[in-house]
Nanobody
């Protein structure tokens, strides 16, 4: 089992920056992809960015060029640097970790951290 602890959320003005962190613990071996999802008020959860074991990244079109995902393999931690924030970025942000064992994939989710961007 993998446990995820998120931090770094808060309230910022449009154009500002935040950095989210997510530390994984427990059965951390075989972790493949780590990423961030978000759920704006009254909407469904959506992908923000992912990064795999080789450092390959994927971004939602709405955040590409503004957000940067990275990971520290030694610390089993994934980060999301958010720059040029917009009010539309306001959401609860969730960390997700994929673990592959014997060809089967397991997903683990963090508790979520609130990001609010004022205009």
């Amino acid at each position: 089992q993998v446990q995820l602890v998120e931090s770094g959320g808060g309230l910022v003005q449009a154009g500002g920056s935040l950095r989210l962190s997510c530390a994984a613990s427990g059965s951390i071996f075989s972790i493949s992809t780590m990423g961030w999802y978000r759920q704006p008020p009254g909407t469904q959860r959506e992908l923000v960015a992912t990064i795999n074991s080789f450092g390959r990244t994927k971004y939602a079109d709405s955040v590409k060029g503004r957000f940067t995902i990275s990971r520290d393999t030694a610390k089993n931690t994934v980060y999301l640097q958010m720059n040029s924030l917009k009010p539309e970025d306001t959401a609860v942000y969730y960390c997700k970790v994929d673990k592959v064992v014997a060809g089967d994939r397991y997903d683990y989710w963090g508790q979520g951290t609130q990001v609010t961007v004022s205009s």
